[in-house]
């Protein structure tokens, strides 16, 4: 007998089944293709938050779940014997001007307040980090020490490991859903639902990425230009992704990921030349509020939703992991902010 089914092994997925087997629940999580399919098994990795100013819940859940990352993941990892790539290394990114430097001071007051002193928003001078800073028309950088970056990939397969070192199923292909059920099923589930309910419940939007070998070690992920470098403890980069709301294939790479990389190299000198190991596209979920939605299935009773993480998911899946656990557990909703909840999104 299973206490919870979860459906789909992507991060969300993985982080609540984790989340409830920690608490000593039986849980089966039944997958259709494979562990980390769709945008769970991308490239990049980023984990980045939201800038420290007009802070609400969404920025104070983030804020939760980047704080309590390290300790996660490390135990996750040391549950499932695979490195989900975890580290928290920073992120650099230029200052455009003279008005922005100015508020980039005010954000360094407003993060020791929001960040509780865990972490900094620094101005520091492009010098400071040669040639991997990124160019910068004020020669000054924000340097925020919160961004932590993983392998999707490795973090899938941590988690998944996790679960079975817990006791937990992980199926691939068809298995009974007994218990209460969480729905987790990517940008697939969410155009499902847009059709049940008659309403525009999110969607997918389609990202290409690419990963370089380029062994920069430990130093801070970039953003420039919505551009995403982030550097891997394998000696390779990521460089992401593009932004597709249309599209003809899910996870056909095409011109626009080569359009992409020239941006890439243009704006990060010091990647010009590096070998392409590989090139990836997939569909990630988007909410209808840009927020995940969390929360008790309507008019389905022992029934839950987790999806909508978008290009933040990671960074939530911990946090997520431990209130819907709470949720399907307890019927404890207290720290999923409601606007969250599905019902906001109907």
Request: hydrophobic share 45%.
């Amino acid at each position: 007998m299973v206490d919870v089914t979860v459906m789909g092994a992507g991060i969300f997925g993985l982080s609540v089944a984790y989340g409830v087997a920690a608490r000593g629940a039986r849980v089966r999580v039944i997958e259709a293709q494979r562990v980390g399919a769709g945008s769970s098994g991308g490239l990049v990795g980023a984990l980045a938050p939201h800038t420290p100013e007009r802070w609400d819940v969404k920025k104070e859940f983030q804020y939760q779940s980047l704080a309590m990352a390290q300790a996660h993941w490390r135990e996750v990892d040391q549950l499932s014997g695979i490195s989900s790539g975890y580290g928290r290394i920073g992120r650099l990114h230029p200052i455009a001007s003279e008005r922005v430097l100015g508020l980039s001071y005010e954000r360094s007051e407003a993060a020791r307040e929001c960040w509780r002193g865990m972490a900094e928003w620094r101005v520091v001078e492009q010098a400071d980090f040669g040639a991997w800073a990124p160019q910068s028309p004020t020669g000054y950088l924000v340097h925020d020490t919160l961004s932590a970056r993983m392998q999707p990939r490795g973090a899938a397969a941590s988690l998944a490991g996790a679960v079975k070192a817990l006791g937990g199923e992980i199926v691939i292909g068809d298995a009974p859903i007994e218990g209460k059920v969480v729905w987790a099923t990517g940008y697939q589930g969410l155009l499902a639902l847009s059709e049940e309910f008659g309403t525009e419940m999110g969607n997918g939007v389609k990202g290409q990425s690419a990963l370089l070998r380029y062994d920069a070690s430990d130093v801070p992920q970039l953003f420039a230009d919505g551009i995403y470098v982030v550097p891997h403890h394998d000696g390779t980069v990521a460089v992401g992704s593009t932004s597709e709301r249309y599209w003809e294939g899910a996870d056909v790479v095409d011109v626009l990921l080569d359009e992409f990389l020239e941006r890439a190299m243009a704006a990060f000198p010091v990647l010009k030349g590096a070998e392409v190991l590989e090139r990836w596209a997939g569909v990630r979920p988007r909410g209808k509020k840009l927020a995940p939605m969390l929360g008790a299935y309507p008019n389905r009773d022992g029934h839950y939703i987790a999806n909508g993480g978008f290009k933040i998911g990671f960074g939530m899946a911990p946090m997520v992991g431990k209130v819907m656990a709470n949720l399907v557990l307890d019927e404890d909703a207290t720290d999923i902010p409601d606007e969250f909840s599905v019902e906001a999104n109907l």
